[in-house]
C-alpha cells in the first residue's frame, strides 16, 4: 500500500460546480497535512495548510479526518482557472524523506 | 521578494556526461530539498540541505548523483554520467525553517538522449 494514495482522475466537471477529491495516508503517527496545486509543467503552489478542526480559503475547504486517516478538499463554485492536478502532501516524521506527496488528482473544470 | 529560482530551466545531456542543476532558495530561507518527479507520478524526495550540511540524503541514490549547499552561492544538484532513466524534472523548494512550508522553484528539465 503506497503511503499516500490520491485517485489520479481526471473529474471532469462543468464550471459552478462543486468537487471534492480525497486523499488517504497510511501512517497514523503522521503530523501535518497539506494540499498543493500543480499546473501542466509547472512547480506545485501551496494551496493551503489542513488544520484538525478543518478551514476554509474563500471556495476551498480542507478538512481531516485522523480516524479514517484522509485528507479532503472541496472547491466549490469552479472556475476553468481551477483546471489542475491537486497534490496531497502528508508530513510522516521528523524528517524531511518523511514528506510525501500523492501522485495527485488531475481536475478539469468545463465551460 | 524573488521566489525559489532554478536553473536551467531545459537540459539536454547525452548519456554518459554529466548535469549541473542549480538553485537558489528564497530571501531568508536557509533549507533547501530537492524532488524529482517523473511524468504522470508525485515528487519523490532527494535530499535536505542547510546551509554547508546535507541533513537528510536518504532518497538520492548512493552513485552518480551529489547534492551541496555552499555558504554562498546557490545549492547544486549534480548527476555524474547521466542515464536516460535520468531524465525527469528536478524540483527545488525551500522553506525558512526547517521541514516547515516549502516554496518550489520552476524546475529544471532534464532530457539524458
Known amino acids: 500500500r503506497k503511503e499516500v494514495e490520491q485517485d489520479p482522475g481526471p473529474f471532469n466537471v462543468p464550471e459552478g460546480a462543486t468537487v471534492a477529491f480525497n486523499c488517504t495516508y497510511s501512517?497514523?503517527?503522521?503530523?501535518?497535512f497539506f494540499w498543493y496545486r500543480q499546473d501542466c509543467r509547472k512547480e506545485p503552489k501551496l494551496l493551503m495548510s489542513?488544520?484538525?478542526s478543518g478551514n476554509e480559503d474563500g471556495r476551498f475547504t480542507a478538512q481531516l479526518n485522523r480516524a479514517s486517516q484522509y485528507i479532503s478538499l472541496l472547491i466549490r463554485d469552479s472556475k476553468l482557472s481551477d483546471s489542475a492536478t491537486y497534490l496531497c502532501?502528508?508530513?510522516?516524521?521528523?524528517?524531511?524523506?518523511?514528506?510525501?506527496f500523492g501522485s495527485g488528482t488531475r481536475l478539469s473544470i468545463r465551460p | 521578494n524573488a521566489g525559489v529560482m532554478q536553473n536551467p530551466r531545459h537540459l539536454v545531456r547525452r548519456r554518459g556526461q554529466e548535469a549541473r542543476l542549480r538553485c537558489s532558495p528564497m530571501?531568508?530561507?536557509?533549507?533547501v530539498y530537492w524532488y524529482r518527479q517523473l511524468p504522470e507520478e508525485g515528487l519523490k524526495f532527494m535530499v535536505y540541505?542547510?546551509?554547508?550540511?546535507?541533513?537528510?540524503e536518504s532518497g538520492m541514490p548512493k552513485e552518480r548523483f551529489s547534492a551541496e549547499f555552499p555558504k554562498e552561492g546557490p545549492s547544486i544538484l549534480r548527476i555524474q554520467q547521466v542515464v536516460r532513466g535520468d531524465s525527469a524534472a528536478y524540483f527545488c523548494?525551500?522553506?525558512?525553517?526547517?521541514?516547515?512550508?516549502?516554496?518550489f522553484g520552476p524546475g529544471t528539465r532534464l532530457l539524458v538522449l
Open positions: 523548494a525551500s522553506s525558512p525553517e526547517g521541514l516547515g512550508t516549502q516554496y
Open positions: 501512517n497514523s503517527a503522521s503530523q501535518s
Open positions: 489542513v488544520y484538525s
Open positions: 502532501v502528508v508530513n510522516s516524521g521528523s524528517s524531511a524523506s518523511k514528506i510525501i
Open positions: 530571501k531568508g530561507h536557509s533549507h
Open positions: 540541505l542547510q546551509k554547508e550540511n546535507i541533513i537528510d
